[in-house]
Structures are given as C-alpha cells and as structure tokens.
C-alpha cells in the first residue's frame, strides 16, 4: 500500500519546472553617419549581416559598433633562448 500511495502523492504535487524566458536578439546600433555604416547598408544586399559588416570593418578599419578607428594587429614574436 506504500508504494500506491507515494505514487499518488507524487501526482498531486508535481514538482513544477523553472520555465527559462526567451532571450531576445540584441539590435547591432551604431552610429548613423559613419564609413563602415555606409559600407556596410550597400553590402548587406548581397551578403549576410555579419559577412558585411566583417568586411566593411575591415575595409575603412572603422568599428561597426562605434565608428572609431581599429588598432592594427600586434604581431607577437616569439623569444628565442
């Protein structure tokens, strides 16, 4: 009789599940009048998003997010002992 009783015990007090909120996308902004923005509004047309915007960046070295300049790569070099 235990076992009937857990059981039904179990049933009417479901432990009930933490329902996680739906992330929403987050909207890439930047500044409206700025080289890389203008590059990358006539690219969109045929590449993706992203793909523009990794090109326009690399294009006019602007970032897409401020419009500021891009530091160059450092090259690393390795000591040799």
């Known amino acids: 009789m235990?076992?009937?009783e857990s059981k039904t015990e179990s049933k009417t007090n479901p432990k009930k599940r933490k329902q996680s909120k739906k992330?929403?996308?987050?909207k890439r902004k930047t500044k409206k009048n700025t080289m890389v923005r203008r590059c990358v509004g006539k690219l969109k047309k045929?590449?993706?998003?992203?793909?523009?915007?990794?090109?326009?960046?690399h294009s006019t070295r602007q970032g897409y997010k401020t419009g500021r300049r891009?530091?160059?790569k450092?090259?690393?070099t390795r000591k040799i002992k």
Request: with cysteine; net charge positive; aromatic share 0%.
């Open 2 to 4: 235990s076992t009937t």
């Open 23 to 26: 992330k929403q996308k987050t």
């Open 46 to 57: 045929k590449h993706k998003i992203g793909a523009a915007i990794a090109i326009c960046q």
């Open 70 to 72: 891009l530091q160059p």
């Open 74 to 76: 450092r090259n690393r």
